[in-house]
């Protein structure tokens, strides 16, 4: 479980600022070979979980390993996306300019190429390995892809061509039965719809998603899941868990309230590949970045401060 229901407000303390220089900290120049750059972070890490947090510094964009106690690792910048699969044991890595996608895997601390070059990012990877699911430009809008392993293949499962609408942050659920996303519309500067839908994932094979979605579920940030396959959604200050039954509907199970000390929102939130965390960052995206602890039904939280911060998700190194 991720947290019993209805967990009392949580306190926060300043750990440590982002943008500090510490002994344990290993910063690396940039480069655009990202394999070569990568492993030499990799081969010093020691094994454990791990929080991926992007950041910029002085116009640079880094990325940090933060363990679930609030320590920094290793800090290194590089001119592309990040995305980790949701049982942290895929790092996928795209370029912001034109170029091939990469992929690390932590449990063998592999690297591998991905046939994928295109204006994509958020990618997440299904379980058994087989598909991508990501955010892609489409002639103004932003869809879900799928990207099939097998056939080096691309199809749009979504259709938010309307202006000013974007469908991104896909997730798939721990047992690969559910995917969902995050459908957002913006119109004149304002936000008019936060909502999140999810597909069953037999539409894929049967070639049949667009219009398949169920929801909405009402959250104001992207759909994270728990290990066993619980939809979390983030509204009104607090995270609304949903159990999802065979059939695709969705109940409120319970509902975790954090004190924020003034923070009216929560974004790009992430469960740890144990269930033992929740991560996020506050609603200006500039400001911090909140680790939540609920394993055995306490909640300590760890503020780290930093500049247009954005999570990248949890990696596990064996």
Request: negative net charge.
């Amino acid at each position: 479980m991720v947290a019993s229901s209805n967990t009392a407000p949580v306190p926060i303390q300043t750990i440590l600022p982002l943008d500090n220089e510490t002994e344990n900290l290993k910063e690396n120049p940039a480069t655009t070979n990202i394999p070569e750059s990568l492993e030499i972070v990799f081969e010093k890490t020691k094994p454990g979980q791990y929080v991926l947090v992007k950041a910029t510094i002085d116009g640079e964009a880094y990325l940090y390993l933060v363990s679930g106690e609030g320590e920094i690792t290793q800090k290194f910048n590089m001119d592309a996306d990040w995305a980790a699969s949701n049982d942290g044991t895929q790092l996928l890595v795209m370029p912001y300019s034109s170029g091939q996608f990469k992929n690390f895997n932590s449990l063998t601390r592999e690297w591998t190429d991905i046939n994928i070059d295109a204006e994509c990012y958020e990618g997440n990877w299904s379980p058994d390995r087989k598909y991508i699911a990501l955010s892609c430009s489409n002639g103004g809008s932003i869809d879900i892809y799928l990207f099939d392993m097998s056939s080096n293949s691309m199809s749009k499962i979504t259709d938010c061509q309307k202006q000013d609408m974007a469908c991104k942050n896909p997730s798939w659920s721990f047992d690969g039965q559910w995917l969902a996303y995050w459908k957002v519309e913006v119109r004149s500067g304002t936000d008019l719809l936060h909502e999140i839908y999810y597909f069953n994932t037999s539409c894929i094979k049967e070639e049949n998603c667009p219009g398949k979605e169920i929801g909405p579920i009402t959250s104001d940030s992207n759909p994270t899941w728990s290990p066993n396959n619980e939809l979390l959604a983030y509204y009104e200050n607090k995270i609304d868990v949903y159990k999802i039954d065979k059939f695709g509907s969705n109940s409120l199970f319970k509902t975790i309230n954090f004190d924020l000390e003034g923070e009216e929102n929560l974004q790009n939130i992430f469960c740890s590949p144990d269930g033992k965390y929740l991560v996020s960052t506050g609603a200006v995206w500039d400001s911090k970045i909140y680790i939540f602890s609920l394993s055995n039904n306490t909640s300590d939280a760890i503020l780290l401060k930093g500049e247009n911060i954005v999570i990248v998700g949890w990696l596990v190194i064996s």
